[in-house]
């Protein structure tokens, strides 16, 4: 989500508002840090289930609030896929196109427990996103950015239409979209030949005023 989030600070200009604690799920690097702070968001936790990249967060950005973990519904513990190609993660079962380098065991967690204060979330978690929405800290919350996908592909990210209606069942409305070519995301992650599929990843930004 890196290069979409040179986009938030205006954003939240236009809306004339600023966060005052924002969780970021599937931090990776902390690529996105700068455009955080240049936003004036005081508040930050990162969640990121790799742990020589939640090491480095730890390290590098002592400011902020950082776990080692992954999110969703339920707290447990899962199996982490991490790709040979990028240092993408997700904890869906791979499919036959993915290539991956790693399996380990992870702890998961919910969002609602990690950062219930959040009002900005933050969720890249590779074909995850509703699972970890469906224990976000709806009452707090009133921005959102949620990485999707047009076209059904599991770890890739969620179906774009299932988590528009889960944002707007909760009174989200969508404000903005970034979007990426499917294909050459698909490229970047998976190595050349796959059959294209001419779809969308779509990094999604849905707002809810606060009265």
Partial sequence: MANVMRALPALLKDLDWTPTHLVHVGAHEGQELPFYREAGIPQITLVEPIPALAARLHREHPDTVVHECACGSQPGREQLHIMARTNLSTLAPPQDIDR????????????????????????????????????????????????????????????????????????????????????????????????????????????????
Wanted: charged share 25%; aromatic share 8%; proline share 6%.
């Fill in 100 to 211: 991956v380098a790693q399996t380990i065991d992870v702890d998961v967690r919910r969002l609602d427990d990690l950062a219930p204060t959040a009002d900005a979330a933050v969720i890249d978690a590779q074909g995850r996103e509703l699972d970890v929405l469906a224990a976000a800290p709806w009452p707090s919350l009133s921005l959102l950015i949620v990485e999707t996908c047009t076209v059904d592909d599991a770890t890739m990210a969620s179906p774009y239409r299932d988590v528009a209606n889960v944002a707007a069942s909760h009174g989200f409305t969508e404000v903005a979209r970034w979007v990426r070519d499917y294909d050459w995301v698909s490229e970047w992650g998976r190595g050349r030949g796959l059959p294209p599929r001419n779809a969308e990843v779509r990094d999604v930004v849905f707002y809810r005023p606060r009265s």
